[in-house]
């Protein structure tokens, strides 16, 4: 009852919680968690992504089928090849605040030009 009198409050729609809540469990799996950090530095293909999350291309496919239908990644056709990219930038966000939690430190940019 106390939260009667909190200006402000809200609580967010059931529908939204659910599919915040789906988003969560897409990034619950390592190779789900490389496929997207992948994609954050740009878009790529199967074959691409496979050799950077250390699996299959019909592992990465399969994952990428789910990261779809979660509405976290897109695809275009380009030719033969299937390109993927993120679907929302607001992800970045939360994959790297993610990963910082678990001790990830990305580069600097000094430590970048320097390579």
């Not at 402000?8 to 789900?32: H, K, S, Y």
């Not at 592992?59 to 993927?84: C, D, P, W």
Request: contains cysteine.
């Amino acid at each position: 009852m106390g939260h009667q009198g909190i200006e402000g409050f809200a609580m967010p729609e059931p529908d939204e919680v659910r599919r915040a809540a789906e988003a969560l469990r897409m990034l619950g799996d390592p190779t789900r968690l490389n496929i997207l950090w992948a994609l954050m530095q740009g878009e790529t293909s199967v074959a691409c992504l496979a050799e950077l999350a250390h699996t299959s291309p019909t592992a990465v496919s399969q994952h990428l089928t789910k990261l779809r239908l979660a509405g976290l990644v897109t695809n275009r056709r380009e030719g033969t090849f299937v390109i993927y990219t993120l679907a929302d930038r607001h992800l970045e966000a939360l994959l790297r605040q993610t990963l910082s939690h678990a001790g990830h430190r990305p580069p600097t940019e000094a430590e970048l030009q320097h390579g």
